[in-house]
């Protein structure tokens, strides 16, 4: 089954399943996409607000939920310090969530009252105090997070959505989960180039990344941004595109500003945006590479889920997630890392190319070879000399997305959407995985902007 053009600009060129999609949209709503975080030790941050029940003490941190509905998480925590007159580092977060959604997660506010939060006035912004600690929060306490996802303006009959529906899963339940792709917001679907970007970055043409970032336009944007990019690929007049850039794209005006005082500064523009901003252009690109590879072990009808000679493969902590712990498989282990595997202990893993994470060996290593040598790049590639705070040094990530708890109710009238259905599912994910990489195995969408991507 063929994947869309706008899949294979982000590496993603095959599906699990060949079953046919349900299609559909998603998202038409935020309440139709809503995430819940769940930490390692079971807490959870719930989109409902509820009094805290153990605040107690009064250590460094103020440990909260942060409920946002359309909001971005960086920018909410950038709102966030600004209404407590603090500076972004003191907040901290465990994770990014969607935007376009309802989502609840944890954050972390260093020396700051109960009482303050009171500041925080946003729609669709809640702060909601849970308890005092010593400690902040880390990305390395997720364990996952809880969906619960309407699809919506489904045409097919409700015996056709369900038999669609059970033959995916049932192919998914024999893969042990579904390809764990990035998903296609760590790339921006209207817009996809954060990923070029992070590329530009690695050649160590920071002018390119920075073009690519403000100039690079795409038909799905708004006709007003769009212009306005399009000005700016020609005149490369950084004053002049600071006056037409909307308002609403705050880190290009961030650089804009910057660059129309400093037009060859290219590194002192990029460190105007947040931190955790810079940092994810280049793990995008990461991300780009690692879609690559999977896709390809893919088409070569290597299992995903199966190690062979030269793969990595990952050890399960005691949580059943992933962990840095792993092996390389030889013919001598092969077949016991096979038995593990299969009793979900260890899973396969594949690179997420850095400058201190090597290549696979064996079939594997010989792909992820070629893909490098396709994009022209080394591992040293990803120390970025001008600007070192961004460099990347990789990992591993398992090749299979395993699915918790999933639950689908019967498809029934979509009361948004006239003569349409709609599908809703329950389900959890470990931490790093993406719901809509799920979702594009039961829809397979043919325009990701269209169904809500």
């Not at 460190?271 to 390809?296: I, K, T």
Request: aromatic content about 8%; some cysteine; proline content about 5%.
């Amino acid at each position: 089954m063929k994947t869309s053009s706008a899949e294979k600009e982000i590496g993603i060129e095959v599906f699990a399943s060949a079953s046919q999609g349900i299609s559909g949209l998603i998202k038409q709503v935020p309440e139709d996409f809503i995430v819940e975080e769940i930490l390692l030790d079971g807490s959870r941050a719930k989109r409902i607000p509820e009094p805290p029940s153990r605040l107690g003490g009064d250590s460094r941190y103020l440990i909260c939920s942060l409920i946002k509905r359309n909001w971005e998480t960086i920018f909410a925590t950038r709102v966030i310090a600004r209404k407590l007159g603090i500076s972004e580092g003191r907040i901290q977060t465990v994770g990014l969530k969607d935007k376009r959604a309802v989502t609840a997660q944890h954050v972390s506010i260093e020396s700051i009252k109960m009482e303050e939060l009171k500041r925080i006035m946003s729609e669709g912004l809640i702060v909601q105090p849970l308890r005092y600690s010593p400690n902040m929060v880390f990305p390395h306490m997720l364990y996952g997070n809880a969906f619960h996802i309407a699809i919506r303006r489904i045409e097919h009959p409700c015996s056709v959505i369900t038999d669609r529906t059970e033959a995916t899963l049932n192919r998914l339940r024999s893969l042990g989960g579904f390809p764990n792709f990035f998903g296609h917001q760590r790339f921006g679907v209207m817009r996809p180039i954060t990923h070029q970007v992070g590329k530009a970055l690695a050649e160590g043409s920071l002018e390119k990344a920075a073009l690519l970032f403000l100039a690079e336009h795409s038909p799905w944007e708004h006709s007003v941004s769009r212009l306005a990019r399009e000005n700016l690929s020609r005149s490369c007049d950084f004053e002049t595109a600071l006056e037409e850039f909307p308002k609403n794209l705050f880190y290009e005006r961030l650089m804009l500003s910057y660059l129309s005082k400093h037009p060859e500064d290219y590194t002192g523009a990029f460190r105007q945006l947040p931190s955790r901003l810079r940092r994810l252009f280049l793990h995008a690109y990461q991300s780009y590479l690692f879609n690559c590879f999977l896709s390809e072990r893919a088409k070569r009808e290597i299992p995903i889920e199966e190690p062979q000679s030269g793969d990595y493969v990952l050890k399960a902590d005691s949580n059943g997630l992933p962990s840095r712990s792993h092996i390389k498989a030889t013919s001598r282990n092969l077949e016991d890392l096979r038995q593990s595997v299969r009793k979900r202990r260890m899973c396969v893993g594949l690179p997420l190319i850095g400058f201190r994470q090597c290549t696979s060996e064996g079939v594997q290593g010989e792909i992820e070879h070629s893909i490098l040598q396709r994009e022209k790049m080394t591992l040293q590639d990803f120390h970025v000399s001008s600007m070192p705070e961004v460099s990347a040094g990789g990992g591993l990530r398992a090749t299979v997305a395993q699915i918790q708890g999933l639950r689908f109710e019967m498809p029934r009238d979509d009361e948004l959407n006239s003569l349409s259905r709609k599908l809703e599912l329950n389900f959890t994910l470990h931490r790093g995985c993406y719901a809509t990489s799920f979702l594009r195995e039961i829809m397979k969408p043919d325009n990701l902007v269209k169904a809500g991507f």
